[in-house]
């Protein structure tokens, strides 16, 4: 293709994703994904993860930690 | 938690009024996630506990000093990770805060098992085997509670560094500048660190969503 193999665009997806590729590397990732449709596969698979960390909300406070928490903040001057 | 917080401006007025309703809304809010994060720097959820109480008790006293130059929230976590460090050492952890920068093996090895390629003797060097195949969405609530149980147990066996950037990048939604003021570290070390962390949770759930897949280069390398 244009001197970019499979090999080199995964290791580029995430510099790809953040915009952080100078502009000749960037086109150069954009043609190979319109070209190749197992890196196309594998960015989708990238931003898949990317989403599903975004569901992973933290499990909220129990309630004696929570309670715990505010007793000391209370105690401390303002 | 469901209560929408106010924006950044209001908020820090608030705090810094003394509003007691405030405080209580942003504590609510953010201390799960800060919980979190203080548990991939120190060794057991009692001491992720004291960070975080650590951390409030600092905001607090250091509230009037917040000038707004990054986001109240940013501000806030980069305490928590600094009194986080600070309890890493006396617990002598062996994460080496001094050097963030990745080991030569996370700038350098590859992030996909090179047998998923076609090697320098065949017909397409360096392009894929066979293609990775697109996964299910996740549109029932049984997978999805699935999909995170794998995604909560893969993060902790990640490095503490991977780990860290990949939770507050992906899971927290932080921006790549704010991840390197939060841990003070540089734009290229953060995105090595998210790289590999982020290709490692991918290679996972490949194995749980298409099991024969991640199994089959093995089979190909001896042939």
């Known amino acids: 293709m244009n001197g970019l193999d499979c090999q080199d665009v995964v290791e580029l997806v995430t510099s790809y994703l953040d915009d952080a590729l100078d502009a000749q590397q960037a086109r150069r990732v954009r043609e190979h994904l319109a070209e190749c449709d197992g890196c196309a596969a594998y960015l989708d698979q990238a931003r898949a993860t990317i989403a599903a960390l975004s569901r992973l909300d933290p499990d909220p406070l129990d309630a004696t930690t929570r309670a715990k928490l505010f007793a000391a903040l209370r105690e401390t001057p303002r | ?223």
């Open chain 2, 1 to 223: 938690m469901g209560e929408t917080l106010p924006v950044d401006a209001e908020l820090v007025e608030l705090l810094q009024a003394r509003d007691d309703a405030a405080f209580t809304l942003v504590v609510d809010a953010w201390s799960p996630g800060m919980l979190r994060l203080a548990r991939s720097f120190v060794s057991t959820d009692e001491s992720a506990r004291e960070v975080l109480q650590d951390t409030w008790i600092a905001v607090i006293a250091e509230l009037h000093s917040f000038q707004g130059r990054s986001a109240l929230r940013t501000w806030v976590y980069r305490i928590l990770v600094n009194a986080a460090k600070r309890r890493a050492q006396q617990e002598s952890r062996s994460v080496p805060w001094s050097s963030w920068a990745p080991v030569p093996a996370e700038r350098d090895e590859p992030t996909v098992d090179p047998a998923r390629f076609q090697g320098p003797t065949e017909d397409y060097p360096g392009h894929w085997r066979e293609f990775p195949r697109a996964w299910p969405s996740p549109e029932s609530e049984a997978l999805a509670a699935e999909v995170r149980a794998v995604l909560t147990r893969a993060l902790e066996h990640l490095p503490a560094r991977q780990r860290m950037v990949v939770t507050l990048r992906d899971i927290e939604g932080y921006r790549s500048d704010e991840v390197c003021e939060i841990l003070a570290i540089s734009a290229a070390n953060q995105r090595v660190l998210l790289h590999r962390a982020r290709a490692a949770l991918r290679g996972i759930l490949e194995a749980f969503f298409t099991p024969d897949e991640a199994e089959r280069p093995a089979k190909e390398v001896s042939r």
